[in-house]
Nanobody
Framework: QVQLVESGGGLVQAGGSLSLSCAAS????????AAWFRQAPGKEREFVSA????????HYADSVKGRFTISRDNAKNTVYLQMNSLKLDDTAVYYC????????????????WGQGTQVTVSS
C-alpha cells in the first residue's frame, strides 16, 4: 500500500508562487501515476495535473496551463507541484493522488490519497 502526505501549502499573495510536495511511502510508488486535485469550499473536487510513473508525460487542466508544473523524483518518492502566478481562484485544499497504470483526470479513478494541504491566495 502506498501512503501519501502533502506539504507546502500556506498563504500567498496573488501573483506569487508556491511549491507543493507529495511524499510517498511504499516500495511501489515509482510504478504509480500521480496527480494533483483541488477542492474549494462548496465546489467539487477538480483535476489539476497528472504525471506518468516515468515522468515523461504530463497533463494539465486548462485553468492552470502555463502557470503550474508537475514533476516527480522517484528516487525521493516525491511528486511536486510548482505553482506560479497564483490567482484568487487557486485557493483550495490540494490533494495528491496515485494509481497504478495510466493517469486520468477523474478523481474516482484514484484509490490512494493524501490528507490535503491548504493553499490560500490573498489579494
Amino acid at each position: 500500500q502506498v501512503q501519501l502526505v502533502e506539504s507546502g501549502g500556506g498563504l500567498v499573495q496573488a501573483g506569487g508562487s508556491l511549491s507543493l510536495s507529495c511524499a510517498a511511502s511504499g516500495r511501489t510508488f515509482s510504478s504509480y501515476a500521480a496527480a494533483w486535485f483541488r477542492q474549494a469550499p462548496g465546489k467539487e473536487r477538480e483535476f489539476v495535473s497528472a504525471i506518468t510513473w516515468r515522468g515523461n508525460n504530463t497533463h494539465y487542466a486548462d485553468s492552470v496551463k502555463g502557470r503550474f508544473t508537475i514533476s516527480r523524483d522517484n528516487a525521493k518518492n516525491t511528486v511536486y507541484l510548482q505553482m506560479n502566478s497564483l490567482k484568487l481562484d487557486d485557493t483550495a485544499v490540494y490533494y495528491c493522488a496515485a494509481r497504478r497504470g495510466p493517469y486520468g483526470t477523474s478523481w474516482y479513478l484514484y484509490d490512494t490519497w493524501g490528507q490535503g494541504t491548504q493553499v490560500t491566495v490573498s489579494s
